[in-house]
């Protein structure tokens, strides 16, 4: 029996416009006057009245008679908040990490800031590639050598991301790690303006990675990264596959919670034997 999400037909254009009213209430805080919204989405203010009408008796949005705004409601917060506490980060993740995965085919990791590091906590993998890289969960790997690593100092303040490259030195690690402070800022500008880093065999020979910043009120709390073998995975396919990573991270930063440590996914930063920081790895270049 087909699935009814994939039925042609099964959209309902009045339930369709109903959700797309509410997630522009996403960045309205202040909330938003009816005129305001029917101009955002391009609904008439006669069919916008009535679908909000609808949602304010039942809980989903209310209105203030005041300021003439509407705002969300209790109950599309209760069900969002219950939901997020009930499931878990790791099960609100997953699903957006294993979509990127299925549209690259290649193997999506996510990481989570922990200190002067990027740690790697859960992964999604595509089904179509027999070689593939290894994943880093439960590694946080130098940052100046990672995409995930150097997209989030590109969205740090520069010299907040020049004392945690003070602090953790440039050690190379394969022929073609950035071991110049002076091309390492470059690179770090020039990921803040695009919005996304790519390494190209600076952590490991053989693999190239590409990732994007989660951003929760303009603060790098994390990254989302697709990475796979050079022969593979080239440059050029990868800054095409930046778009996607960009709207994974956005969509990852939606769910994001007020405080999201790798403790969530049941995972802290590996230190080495004699508890000197966090060990490396080679297996892969996310």
């Not at 595509?126 to 100046?144: E, S």
């Not at 790519?198 to 990675?209: N, P, S």
């Not at 910043?213 to 990264?225: D, E």
């Amino acid at each position: 029996m087909p699935s009814l999400i994939h039925r042609a037909g099964a959209r309902v254009a009045s339930v369709a416009r109903a959700m797309r009213a509410l997630e522009a209430f996403a960045g309205e805080p202040e909330g938003v006057a009816l005129s305001t919204l029917a101009a955002k989405l391009g609904y008439g203010k006669g069919s916008l009245s009535k679908i909000l009408s609808t949602l304010a008796r039942e809980g989903f949005v209310r209105h203030d008679p005041l300021t003439g705004r509407f705002h969300l409601g209790w109950r599309f917060l209760a069900l969002a908040f219950g939901h997020a506490e009930r499931v878990g980060l790791p099960a609100l993740c997953l699903p957006i990490l294993q979509a990127v995965a299925d549209d690259t085919d290649e193997l999506v990791q996510l990481g989570i800031v922990e200190r002067d590091q990027v740690l790697f906590v859960a992964k999604a993998e595509g089904l179509g590639q027999r070689m593939r890289m290894l994943p880093l969960v439960g590694v946080a790997p130098p940052v100046h050598a990672t995409a995930s690593g150097k997209v989030w100092l590109a969205h740090l303040p520069e010299s907040e991301a020049l004392a945690v490259v003070e602090r953790q030195g440039l050690p190379r690690l394969t022929p073609r790690t950035v071991t110049s402070r002076a091309k390492l800022v470059k690179q770090l500008r020039d990921a803040r303006a695009g919005g996304y880093a790519i390494v190209d065999e600076e952590l490991v020979e053989g693999g190239r990675a590409a990732a994007a910043p989660i951003l929760v009120a303009g603060h790098p709390v994390g990254a989302v990264a697709v990475s796979g073998p050079t022969f593979r995975l080239s440059v050029a396919r990868l800054h095409r596959m930046a778009p996607r990573l960009k709207r994974a991270a956005a969509e990852l930063a939606a769910v994001w919670p007020a405080r999201a440590t790798a403790r969530d996914f049941g995972l802290g930063v590996r230190t080495d034997e004699n508890g000197h920081g966090p060990r490396r790895s080679a297996r892969g270049t996310p």
